[in-house]
C-alpha cells in the first residue's frame, strides 16, 4: 500500500491524537509503551504533548503494538488508521 504524504500525515495526526484513549485501554504508561516500540519514554510525552512530531517509523512501531490486542485493534481499524484486514 502506498500512501501519499498527505495521508501519512493524517494517520499520524490520528494517532497522535488517541494516543492517551490507547494506552489507557491497555493500561499502560508512556514507559511501558517506549520499551515496547524502542524510544524513550520522553519521546513518547513529547508526541502526546504536541511537543514533537511522531516519525513515520515510530508510526508504524505503535500501529504493530497496539495492532497486536483485539481492543486497540478495533479502535485504529475505528479511526481509520488501520485496514481490518491488515492483521
Same mark, same amino acid.
Given at each position: 500500500?502506498?500512501?501519499?504524504?498527505?495521508? /501519512? #500525515?493524517?494517520?499520524?495526526? +490520528?494517532?497522535t491524537e488517541? @494516543?492517551?484513549?490507547?494506552?489507557?485501554?491497555?493500561?499502560?504508561?508512556?514507559?511501558?509503551?517506549? /520499551? #515496547?516500540?524502542?524510544?524513550? +519514554?520522553?519521546t513518547?510525552? @513529547?508526541?502526546?504533548?504536541g511537543?514533537?512530531?511522531?516519525?513515520?517509523?515510530?508510526?508504524?512501531?505503535?500501529?504493530a503494538?497496539?495492532?497486536?490486542n483485539?481492543k486497540?485493534?478495533?479502535?485504529?481499524?475505528?479511526?481509520n488508521?488501520?485496514?481490518?484486514?491488515?492483521?
Amino acid at each position: 500500500m502506498n500512501i501519499s504524504e498527505e495521508g /501519512r #500525515a493524517e494517520k499520524i495526526n +490520528r494517532l497522535t491524537e488517541e @494516543l492517551p484513549v490507547l494506552r489507557a485501554m491497555l493500561r499502560i504508561s508512556q514507559a511501558d509503551l517506549a /520499551r #515496547a516500540i524502542g524510544v524513550s +519514554r520522553q519521546t513518547c510525552s @513529547l508526541i502526546e504533548t504536541g511537543k514533537q512530531q511522531m516519525t513515520w517509523v515510530t508510526f508504524m512501531a505503535m500501529v504493530a503494538f497496539f495492532g497486536e490486542n483485539s481492543k486497540t485493534r478495533a479502535a485504529l481499524v475505528a479511526l481509520n488508521i488501520l485496514e481490518n484486514k491488515a492483521f
